[in-house]
């Protein structure tokens, strides 16, 4: 099964505007994750799918195949659609979102493993519980609550589940890693469903396979990123990532 990773890029982010070339130890964000996505040993090949071309020239020059995209997308699994049109004999595509530079190559492994052994498994989202109680309140960060088989039930950038009854510490909140690999003809089925009320609220694309019936696999990982979604996550991030072993394999 030919497995890729498409990596979604725009400058125009509404929450931070160039969000994909900021600098991070030196070098642009995007670049970070290309080079750890593409580290992974379950990818074929590793694309950056974008509309603008100043994020092209900057991936062209750390040597990272580029597609152009229409500019029109509101939602990042429609531009990934988009790309795979011009990658026809990919079978399994990995959504990895252009604000997660924390990227370990092992979560993509993980992320696509379980399709090996369930060929009606159309879509996977990493999730990882939440350790600190200021995330959980974070607007930023999605939530999600799911069923005892671990598909999800919703997400929500609100604080999920309820602590009405219990604190913080003594409830199971997890949020949404956005490594989200698509069996193909999960991905154009996504892009032909009409957007959905709550998609659109919350602004998160699983949604959209939820409202319609759809499931979504949550697969747990033991890596615990972080994603840039203002300046202050940039800061965050940097710290965190300058004492990373990885950073010496590229």
Not at 64 to 81: F, K, N
Not at 96 to 117: K, L, W
Not at 119 to 134: A, F, Q, T, Y
Not at 173 to 198: D, G, W
């Amino acid at each position: 099964m030919k497995t890729i990773a498409v990596i979604p890029a725009r400058m125009g982010s509404s929450r931070f505007p160039g969000k994909p070339i900021a600098q991070i130890l030196g070098r642009s964000m995007i670049e970070h994750i290309y080079k750890r996505v593409a580290m992974s040993k379950s990818l074929d090949a590793t694309y950056i799918a974008t509309c603008d071309e100043e994020i092209r020239q900057i991936a062209e020059s750390f040597g990272a195949p580029v597609i152009m995209t229409a500019d029109t997308h509101e939602r990042a699994s429609d531009r990934v659609a988009e790309a795979v049109t011009h990658l026809p004999d990919a079978e399994l595509i990995v959504m990895v979102q252009g604000d997660e530079p924390m990227t370990h190559p092992n979560m993509i492994d993980t992320a696509v493993a379980p399709f090996r052994n369930d060929p009606e498994l159309g879509c996977v989202n990493l999730v990882r519980k939440i350790d600190h109680e200021s995330d959980y309140h974070d607007f930023n960060t999605i939530k999600v609550v799911m069923n005892q088989q671990n598909n999800a039930l919703y997400m929500s950038r609100r604080p999920i589940p309820s602590l009405a009854k219990t604190g913080f510490a003594d409830t199971a909140a997890y949020k949404q890693v956005c490594i989200i690999p698509f069996r193909r003809e999960t991905l154009f089925q996504y892009t032909r469903l009409l957007p959905t009320p709550l998609e659109q609220l919350e602004s998160i694309d699983m949604l959209r396979l939820l409202e319609h019936g759809l499931q979504v696999k949550m697969v747990p990982t033991e890596f615990n990123t972080q994603a840039v979604d203002t300046t202050a996550d940039l800061l965050r991030v940097e710290k965190l990532m300058a004492a990373d072993p990885l950073l010496a394999h590229y």
